[in-house]
């Protein structure tokens, strides 16, 4: 998967927990779904109908009702959904606000090797300073990225890393995600 089609998947909040639960067997109606995602229903009803525009999830055929339709996951929503059940294994119940920002995992995905703030925004180039900047120091708070200062350079520049949670969460999708 490419990193333009990691972020157009992160761009909603639910969409990784659907794909995940989905992977991981909850039934592909909505009421399992809901609960086992703790979404609200609006929420979950613009993540799913991203998820149906980007083909990764489908009705299923002479399954459900038409008002209580069931969905299931596509070849190419198959692949996303292993990723996001990785993210999901690595992760605790009270990381997931963080993981469901929009540019939390690609940020991450960018850090599988320390990188300059430079470098993070030419390998993600729709995000803005601003929303790198806020991102960084959110999952710095919680000690998932640790910003250092490299004194050397001139002037003096600085150098992000993933650690913690942050760490096994890079490691985990870095390998699956090119930036080609």
Same mark, same amino acid.
């Given at each position: 998967?490419?990193?333009?089609?990691?972020?157009?998947?992160?761009?909603?909040? #639910?969409? @990784? +927990? *659907? %794909?995940?639960? !989905? &992977?991981?067997?909850?039934?592909?109606?909505?009421?399992?779904?809901?609960?086992?995602?703790?979404?609200?229903?609006?929420?979950?009803?613009?993540?799913?109908?991203?998820?149906?525009?980007?083909?990764?999830?489908?009705?299923?055929?002479?399954?459900?009702?038409?008002?209580?339709?069931?969905?299931?996951?596509?070849?190419?929503?198959?692949?996303?959904?292993?990723?996001?059940?990785?993210?999901?294994?690595?992760?605790?119940?009270?990381?997931?606000?963080?993981?469901?920002?929009? #540019?939390? @995992? +690609? *940020? %991450?995905?960018? !850090? &599988?090797?320390?990188?300059?703030?430079?470098?993070?925004?030419?390998?993600?180039?729709?995000?803005?300073?601003?929303?790198?900047?806020?991102?960084?120091?959110?999952?710095?708070?919680?000690?998932?990225?640790?910003?250092?200062?490299?004194?050397?350079?001139?002037?003096?520049?600085?150098?992000?890393?993933?650690?913690?949670?942050?760490?096994?969460?890079?490691?985990?999708?870095?390998?699956?995600?090119?930036?080609?």
């Amino acid at each position: 998967m490419d990193i333009k089609a990691f972020v157009n998947i992160t761009s909603k909040a #639910w969409a @990784l +927990p *659907i %794909l995940s639960c !989905l &992977h991981s067997g909850v039934a592909g109606r909505q009421a399992p779904l809901l609960a086992a995602t703790g979404a609200g229903r609006t929420a979950f009803a613009q993540s799913m109908d991203h998820l149906i525009e980007i083909g990764l999830i489908e009705r299923n055929p002479g399954y459900g009702h038409p008002l209580r339709p069931e969905f299931r996951l596509t070849q190419l929503g198959i692949a996303a959904a292993a990723i996001a059940h990785k993210i999901r294994d690595v992760s605790a119940e009270e990381d997931q606000p963080l993981l469901r920002r929009s #540019w939390t @995992l +690609p *940020i %991450l995905t960018s !850090l &599988h090797t320390p990188s300059h703030f430079s470098e993070i925004k030419r390998n993600l180039p729709a995000i803005t300073d601003r929303a790198l900047s806020q991102s960084l120091k959110s999952m710095e708070a919680r000690s998932w990225v640790c910003r250092s200062v490299d004194g050397a350079a001139r002037p003096p520049r600085s150098i992000y890393y993933a650690v913690n949670t942050g760490g096994l969460i890079s490691q985990v999708i870095a390998p699956e995600i090119s930036f080609a």
